[in-house]
């Protein structure tokens, strides 16, 4: 059963499209916690089974079978790997590897930079006002963790537009909403076929917190106002930005007309949602089952191989 | 009834979060204002004492000023992150977009067909007020 090895490598291409269609029907909260435990676990066993294929090119090296303890010429049941493959498992593995530790190193720097930039405030207010007439609000992680706003963006919104604006970063906050993305980016660059559940798990991440900011003001059309009167503002306030160039309508129309819509949770539980779920759940399960299977029959291997090497004596 | 900013019955609102929108509204009047003129500018009808109290603690804390205005106090905020802290969160903001995962904006940028489809969407659904 070793073809089962190349199966979690070719799992996130049918499970992104399935994952991507799943989340607009999911609470947003439970999307974004969906999306990003699915995107670790497609780039674990993707690592993990590059890390069985290079294993098995390695059981053929002759010195590492003197080494190992068994018959040199392969191990026994396993068929051969081509050198092509074995060197391209060893090739992906490295690059998606040192990918992920330099991603892995630029966001432990930025959180730190965070961290710092809270402990040297005085005191442990939630709200930090920056004097800047560009709007702008973040949330900075953090212990505790602060909302920090440009005195422009303040300026731009009316009473219950502001209290939305801090109830939407207060729930980026409590969720841990960067602990998400961050999980997930990591995985995309171990896995580049998983690159697409990010712009789906960050428009997850931000309805989430606008449903929040809705239910503190208690008034959808309101919180639909702050998102939209902070956008235009900090689209007139700031000056072109690259991004801002691409065509088609992007993540914040979206968000503000799902806020106009009714609450997800009236939103019905359609058959095909349901079928789209338990294909992900089966997609994710062969996938572990795969990746157990290979290991499973790669050690069994292995030990009947040094058992036969040890009878041979 | 409403004694303490964590007992406010207008809303669940907890101290911090009350003392958040006391210090924006604060923020974006851009003068002094008097507890009344701050309990008109926060959603919500807060009660007037608790926001007598939000105001206080903000002011002990050092976080506001205060001049005598007639027979009550008018509060305007210190602006506190002039300088160092200020230029560093500047930079943390500015660094490449990539860092600014860690950093969860409220907006992300526009297109010009996001800024017609959201002047659609606040044509269509007017604020009620």
Known sequence: MYFAVHLPLLLPLAAVPALRALAPHLA????????????????????????????????????????????????????????????????????????????????????????????GLADDRELVV????????YALPGRPGRIVVSSGMLHALDPAERRALLAHERAHLAGHHHVLL?????????NPLLHRLLPVLSYAVERSADEAAAAEVGDRTKAAHAVARAALAAHAGGGPHPAALHAG?????????????????????????????????????LGIGACVESVVDLHSAVETAQAAYGESD | MARDGSDDPASRRGRGELESEVL?????????????????????????????????????????????????YAYAPVADEPGLAARRMRQLLDAEADRHIVLARFV????DDDEQALLRLLGEHPRAD
């Not at chain 1, 920056?130 to 609000?137: C, E, Q, V």
């Not at chain 1, 979206?254 to 949770?265: D, E, F, G, H, N």
């Not at chain 1, 019905?268 to 997609?283: D, E, I, Q, Y």
């Open chain 2, 24 to 72: 924006g509204a604060l923020w974006a009047a851009g003068g002094p204002l008097t507890p009344g003129e701050v309990q008109r500018r926060i959603s919500g009808d807060p009660a007037y004492s608790t926001v007598v109290t939000a105001l206080s603690r903000l002011f002990e804390k050092g976080t506001l000023t205060r001049v005598r205005s007639g027979r009550a």
């Open chain 1, 130 to 137: 920056l004097p800047d007439r560009s709007p702008l609000a």
């Open chain 2, 108 to 111: 992300s940028d526009l297109s």
């Open chain 1, 182 to 190: 961050i999980a997930a980016e990591l995985a995309a660059a171990a």
């Open chain 1, 249 to 285: 309508t992007g993540p914040v129309p979206q968000r503000v007309a799902a806020l106009l819509a009714p609450p997800p949770a009236r939103m019905p539980n359609t058959h095909t949602s349901r079928a789209v779920a338990v294909v992900v759940a089966g997609l994710l399960a």
């Open chain 1, 28 to 119: 947003p909260h439970r999307a974004a916690w969906m999306l990003a435990g699915a995107a670790v676990l497609l780039a674990a066993i993707s690592t993990l089974a590059l890390l069985v294929l290079v294993a098995m090119g390695v059981s053929e090296v002759p010195l590492l079978a003197v080494l190992g303890h068994y018959t040199p010429g392969g191990l026994p049941g396993v068929p051969g790997t081509a050198p092509l493959t074995a060197c391209a498992a060893v090739a992906a593995l490295a690059v998606g590897l040192s990918r992920t530790v330099r991603r892995a190193a630029l966001h432990s720097r930025g959180l730190s930079d965070a961290l710092s930039y809270g402990r």
